[in-house]
T-cell receptor
Framework: GQQLNQSPQSMFIQEGEDVSMNCTSS?????WLWYKQDPGEGPVLLIA?????ELTSNGRLTAQFGITRKDSFLNISASIPSDVGIYFC?????????????FGQGTTLQVKP | DAGITQSPRHKVTETGTPVTLRCHQT?????MYWYRQDPGHGLRLIHY???????DKGEVSDGYSVSRSKTEDFLLTLESATSSQTSVYFC?????????????FGPGTRLTVT
């Protein structure tokens, strides 16, 4: 079946650094979403992308819908300690409109003050 | 925050016992989902519902059943719990009129099967 592969699996960075992560698939996706999960909580939607090439920002976060429709990227500028968590990409598999998503395995971010 | 609650938040049970987890929403969203989260596997869909009494299987549905008798409640049942079902379970909701793929998650239920 369809899979989403996230890279890197984990990152350990210094506060103030910029972060880049990506999500790739062998299949085309028409929507990409990025979520963040804080320890012990449910994932929270950060950004949704609906058009190839689209670039969308949410504060210090910027996400891009890849031109090939097979990838998406998330950047975090000037990281702070509260950016710690797991970042997931997600997209709807196949056709239909039931709202189903598949998720990548996540990128774990740790920030050193 | 979306109005989604899950109960119980923590549960320890023995192998072979039935377990029911409840998801309750106050958003009147049409779609509801149950996921499990395990280290190295991300979030995997167990079952989902696209309306009252309308449900379908996800990628890891074996050993689980669901019911949705009203819009606000979606129940996940483990008929006979096994140790492989030890996991964190998340409920999510979305609505076709507000971005069908924009799912909002509950706080999770941590289930341990001994």
């Amino acid at each position: 079946g369809q899979q989403l592969n996230q890279s890197p699996q984990s990152m350990f960075i210094q506060e103030g650094e910029d972060v880049s992560m990506n999500c790739t698939s062998s299949s085309i996706f028409n929507t990409w979403l990025w979520y963040k999960q804080d320890p012990g909580e449910g994932p929270v939607l950060l950004i949704a992308l609906y058009k190839a090439g689209e670039l969308t920002s949410n504060g210090r976060l910027t996400a891009q819908f890849g031109i090939t429709r097979k990838d998406s990227f998330l950047n975090i500028s000037a990281s702070i300690p509260s950016d710690v968590g797991i970042y997931f990409c997600a997209g709807p598999p196949g056709s239909g409109n039931t709202g189903k998503l598949i998720f990548g395995q996540g990128t774990t971010l740790q920030v050193k003050p | 925050d979306a109005g989604i609650t899950q109960s119980p938040r923590h549960k320890v049970t023995e192998t072979g016992t039935p377990v029911t987890l409840r998801c309750h929403q106050t958003e009147n969203h049409r779609y509801m989902y149950w996921y499990r989260q395990d280290p190295g596997h991300g979030l995997r869909l167990i079952h989902y519902s696209y309306g009252v009494k309308d449900t379908d299987k996800g990628e890891v549905s074996d050993g689980y059943s669901v019911s949705r008798s009203k819009t606000e409640d979606f129940l996940l049942t483990l008929e006979s719990a096994t140790s492989s079902q030890t996991s964190v379970y998340f409920c999510a909701i979305s609505d076709p009129g507000q971005g069908p793929y924009e799912q909002y998650f509950g706080p999770g239920t941590r289930l341990t099967v001994t």
